[in-house]
């Protein structure tokens, strides 16, 4: 689907308000956009190849918001979207497949009872896989739990299931304005071979470009562009 790098729009929610989390805490909304609906049809209009939205209660609580996934696939369309957030079976990947969703994130489940090869044979390339680090190890439970693995860990489970697709989040970074983690992104195009989209302290073009001097595939942000210090569009 990500043919060349990407600048992918982020829109996060939480309790019906588009916001951006400070490092993930969800007693620090830094940004609130208001109608996550009309933010999605907002950023959609520049065409970008995906709108990337995550539900951020659902991330913490579980429960996969087939609403939500319903709402926004009609928000951005004609434009696809990826959605990730509450995923805790290969029934709740169906159920966001089916509300219309292009591409269904997992974390928690990509790393708990369930086998992730299960996940792959049910969604195929619609599968990504989000690997959130804070302190090297990757976070669960909408950041609030440890997988207990390591990035490289992680990425190797991966690989061994066949994942194609996994966005990669510098939790420090993510909503404080503080630069993407290069290390950490070039540590994961080492280890990873399928594609990569980065997410966490993106600001402007500049640091857009750095990511892509890692070799990973396009980059998700949302607090730049509700910042208007990068600006979707061709």
């Known amino acids: 689907m990500i043919q060349e790098f990407a600048i992918i729009p982020a829109v996060d929610v939480l309790d019906g308000r588009a916001v951006r989390l400070y490092k993930g805490d969800y007693d620090r909304v830094e940004v609130d956009a208001g109608d996550p609906l009309a933010l999605v049809r ?3 209009a520049s065409s970008p190849p995906l709108v990337h939205v995550v539900a951020l209660g659902a991330a913490r609580d579980g429960g ?10 009609e928000a951005a369309a004609p434009v696809p979207v990826q959605l990730g957030g509450g995923v ?6 169906r159920a966001l497949a089916a509300a219309g969703i292009a591409r269904v994130i997992i974390g928690t489940a990509a790393f708990g009872s369930l086998p992730l090869e299960e996940f792959v044979a049910e969604l195929g390339d619609r599968l990504v896989v ?9 976070r669960t439970a909408g950041w609030l739990a440890s997988s207990n693995l390591s990035t490289g ?11 194609g697709s996994v966005v990669c989040t510098a939790i420090d970074r993510d909503g404080a304005r503080s630069g993407p983690d290069l290390e950490l ?7 990873f071979a ?7 302290g993106i600001r402007d073009r500049a640091d857009v470009e750095a990511v892509r001097g890692t070799g990973v595939n396009g980059v998700v942000t949302g607090r730049a562009i509700l910042d208007g210090t990068l600006h979707l569009g061709h």
């Open 42 to 44: 907002e950023v959609a």
């Open 64 to 73: 996969a918001p087939v609403e939500l996934a319903r709402a926004v696939s």
């Open 88 to 93: 805790r079976t290969v029934d709740d990947a």
């Open 130 to 138: 989000a690997i959130d680090v804070a302190d090297g190890i990757v």
């Open 153 to 163: 860990a992680a990425l190797d489970l991966c690989t061994a299931a066949g994942v």
């Open 185 to 191: 992104l070039a540590e994961v195009r080492a280890r």
């Open 194 to 200: 399928g594609s990569i989209l980065a997410a966490g």
